[in-house]
């Protein structure tokens, strides 16, 4: 697999893991007359928290079954590790466990 092919997956896995974790955020979000709490970061900061940490990785080699910037990563330890340290979420390792976990978006 080449080097932009693995980014290419990555980049959608982070995309389809951040699309289900902000339909989630939205469906729980406190009505909109609901005084925001000031110390408590928006989704919207987090999303750009974790895309800004997801590219600071680029360049961290392949690795199948790696989690971490020291080992390298594969595509679910990387979507895994950056919702860990981004999101405080701890999401399942692989990426079909990943995809049963989410709940179904109906198509409109």
Known sequence: MTRRALLRRLA????LVAAGTAARALAQAAPPDAPAAAAEPTFTSRAGELLFR???LLGTP??????SPET???CSGFVG???REVMGMRLPRSAWEIWRHG???AHD
């Open 81 to 83: 590790y950056l919702f």
């Open 103 to 105: 709940e179904e978006v």
């Open 72 to 74: 390298g990563f594969d």
């Open 62 to 67: 392949y690795r199948r079954g790696g989690g």
């Open 54 to 56: 997801a590219m600071a």
């Open 12 to 15: 959608s896995a982070v995309a």
